[in-house]
Nanobody
Framework: QVQLVESGGGLVQAGGSLRLSCVASGSTSNINAIGWYRQAPGKQRELVATINSGGSTNYADSVKDRFTISRDNAKNTVYLQIDSLKPEDTAVYYC????????????????WGQGTQVTVSS
């Protein structure tokens, strides 16, 4: 199993930047990928960005020009750099770990952090 703790959220003005952190602990060697999701009030949770064990990244089209996902393996930490913040980026941001339960058959579990609030004022 793995535990995830997010941090770095806060209240910022539009146009500002934030760097969110997701620290993983536990059986981190079984992590296949980590993704950042966000959920705005009254909306469904949406995938923002992912990074896999090989370092490959993917982004939602709506954020790919402003968001950057990266990782520091030595610190078991995945970051989400958010630039040019907009009021519509206001949401709770969660990280999710895709954790390999077994390889034959291939089976994954998902673990979530508690989330960190990002609020962007106009």
């Amino acid at each position: 199993q793995v535990q995830l703790v997010e941090s770095g959220g806060g209240l910022v003005q539009a146009g500002g930047s934030l760097r969110l952190s997701c620290v993983a602990s536990g059986s981190t060697s079984n992590i296949n990928a980590i993704g950042w999701y966000r959920q705005a009030p009254g909306k469904q949770r949406e995938l923002v960005a992912t990074i896999n064990s090989g370092g490959s990244t993917n982004y939602a089209d709506s954020v790919k020009d402003r968001f950057t996902i990266s990782r520091d393996n030595a610190k078991n930490t995945v970051y989400l750099q958010i630039d040019s913040l907009k009021p519509e980026d206001t949401a709770v941001y969660y990280c999710n770990a895709e954790w390999v339960v077994s390889t034959v058959p291939f089976e994954l579990s998902h673990y979530w952090g508690q989330g960190t609030q990002v609020t962007v004022s106009s």
